[in-house]
């Protein structure tokens, strides 16, 4: 068997390279966390924020590597806090988004992960979706972010009610991860084991 | 008397064009709307996002232009919605903050507007501020954006409530222009009488 494939992924976020380590080991990735400074552009289109962010990393960053971007979207609030999801964490946080959906009785949301992978100088962008509603407390410790308030379709748990591994099979990064992993795994290992069969 | 000074602001806000001319006019500068995509950075600095999106278009857009990034900025909530004031405007509205203000008795906010200016190739950074409270109701059809929820400290009237004239004798925007009004009047107006002097 051979040794993981590196793959370095510029986040500061722990839970995010937790959750990126338990999706890509089952394919053979060993994720790195790489520390640097993203840019990232005001946009309401995640692709467009993680691509940007990726190309500006290019030459700078070691490949493979990628960046993550997500968002919580919740239906009623136009898609509230959406790409902004981080900044409104850090200010009015889960106690904030709750007032705001206080007495709303369409409390849909979806949780939506975008990954950018640099591969050979070029941009390959990878999305994930997880459609829920928004609890109407915060329930759990685990995870992080919108977690305690989140909860998948089809369960009556919140996201940080789950194992990292029980997130995972829901989750929009895990969707987005995989795909990002399938992909790599065809250009980069395939392309391998037929440079060493030669 | 000399034609006035054309200078370009980049933006597509009616509002913000008609008060930089109410200020900028009696500099001798007639402020022409330039349509042209800024690239917005996420960031809680509105110097950083308002000087990177002025250096992307130089060179792009005729000088001396500027373009102009501002933020209501409310203390009890950690600053939002800050730098993405606009976003949050769009997406949950006047509605949405009164209702994260509902209960909070300290309503004290700030008005920040960040104007940068591109003269021969070279950004200048200008900032204006204007401290005031948020109303416990949007009143008044003036201004745009918060200004129905603002009203600037010594004043029992909201940003909406007032003429142009008199929301640009307090407003943030007023400041920055009038800074940068300075600024190029020393650099290109003196600039330009030497030489029809020599």
Do not use: W
Request: with cysteine; proline share 5%.
């Amino acid at each position: 068997m051979s040794a993981p494939l590196k793959i370095y992924f510029v986040t500061s976020n722990e839970g995010k390279v937790r959750e990126a380590n338990a999706v890509l080991r089952r394919y053979g990735l060993a994720v790195v966390p790489y520390p640097a400074r993203k840019l990232e552009l005001q946009s309401e289109s995640l692709e467009e924020v993680a691509s940007y962010a990726a190309r500006s990393l290019a030459g700078k960053v070691p490949e493979p590597f990628f960046v993550e971007d997500s968002g919580l979207f919740i239906y009623s609030l136009r898609g509230f806090p959406g790409p902004y999801s981080s900044y409104v964490y850090r200010t009015i946080g889960l106690r904030g988004v709750l007032k705001l959906m206080e007495g709303v009785s369409d409390r849909r949301a979806k949780f939506v992960a975008v990954a950018a992978l640099c591969l050979r100088g070029e941009i390959h962008v990878f999305r994930g979706e997880v459609e829920g509603i928004i609890a109407l407390q915060a329930r759990g410790a685990g995870g992080f972010g919108y977690d305690p308030i989140f909860m998948p379709l089809g369960s009556n748990k919140t996201f940080a009610e789950m194992s990292t591994e029980e997130k995972c099979r829901h989750s929009h990064r895990a969707k987005a991860l995989r795909a990002l992993a399938k992909y790599i795994i065809d250009e980069v290992v395939r392309e391998h084991s037929g440079n060493s069969c030669a």
